[in-house]
């Protein structure tokens, strides 16, 4: 008989739990944002890293004008590396904004962020807070509200400087008609032209994009300065000489007279405006504009003429200037040059002599010498010039007594009549009838005898004299 033993097995499954390591974070490190320079509007570059330490990892930024974030940029796939990965993302935000951000990463269910940051984005003001001007006033007044403004300078004015103050004191820049200059600092000087001159001021804000332009007009005004500074006068006659204007040229004086020797044919007048933007014309020669006018006047036949200088400021205010020129009489020309002052008269007697000026200047003799010599005249040669003399000669029939006197080679041209009369007992005067004979000249006068009469009302002539008068 077969015995069956029975075994009984009992089956172990045994299970091994695999603990599977736990993937590492992104390393997430949060940049600092670059202002994109040239790039047209306010632009910025977010910056950071991230390492994803093997795992397929993408990363964002997160952005806002506070610190909740209010919306993020595109995700970017980083891949599954082990190295640090720059990530970047470009950003327009508002002017004038603190701008917060941080970089993001994710790697599966795991999420790391970086540390938050923030930058302020550029101002967009180009607005001026202030404009002054170094002389004249703002028409109307400096607001920011206008851009364009007005001022009037006297002509004095001849360059002034502007001073624009911006109101963000960060602006990129500042011209004033092409130059630079920083806010609240003084221009270099702008010239002025008479008229209108316009200065443009032009801002551009912190962004390099906000521009603001302002203009100021100032007006110039035109010259009143009428005046002459100069004024000259140059007679020709025998030579040129140069005149004197009485009283002395001041540019206030418009009244002048000019005397000038009685041989003089013409009279050349010149001069000068003080502002050389000034116009002459005078009522002779030229001028016009540039300040200078030149010409002449003629004196043929006439004992004066009347000079007027017509000068017209830019304003064309007007302003004359006369000048009298007068011909001066002989005796008056031959005293000026023989040093009598101003004024002398015929009847004068300077030196006190005892010999009449008009005497002086017709016998030939100094009116400034107090000489009495009496004339005389050697083998016909004046050796000296002097008052009238008694001249003997021996005749067949005795002794001729003669009347000698000096008178002026061009009497006639300068209207001077010489009269010789006699007399028996100085009561009655009879005139010469006999013709003057020359015995000797030089270049000034003449010596003349002239023969006593036999008698005078039956008397026999002891004394005689030589009158001389002057044409009116």
Known sequence: MNHFTNCFFRLFIISTLMATSAMAAPTVTTGTATRDIGFPGVSFTLNGTVNPNGSATSAWFEVGLTASYSFTTPSQPLGSGSITVPVTAQLFPP??????????AQSGDTISYGAGMTFTTPSNNANLSSLTLSSGTLSPAFTNDLGAFYANVPNTVTSLTVTPTAADPDVFH???????????????????????????????????????SYTITVTRAASSNADLSSLSMTNFGGGAHPGFLTPAFQSHITNYTFRVPNNTDSVLCSGTTADMNASVFPSFGFGGTGGFFSGSLTLFGQNSALAHINVYAQDFTIKTYNVEIIRQTVFETWASSSGLPTGAVPAGDNDGDGVSNLLEFALGTPPLGGSTNTMG????????????ALLTQNVPNGIEHLALFSRRLNRVAEGLTYTVQFSADLSIWQDNTATPTVIAEDFEVQACTVPYPSLINGKEPLFFRVQVTTAP
Do not use: K
């Open 377 to 388: 005249v050697t083998n016909g040669v004046i050796t000296r010039r002097g008052t009238p």
């Open 174 to 212: 500042i011209t004033v008609n092409g130059f630079h200059l920083t806010s609240g600092s003084t221009s270099p000087v702008v010239p002025l032209n008479v008229g209108s001159n316009t200065i443009t001021i032009n801002v551009t804000a912190e962004d390099q994009i906000m521009t603001r």
């Open 95 to 104: 002017p004038n904004e603190t701008v917060h951000y941080r970089l993001v």
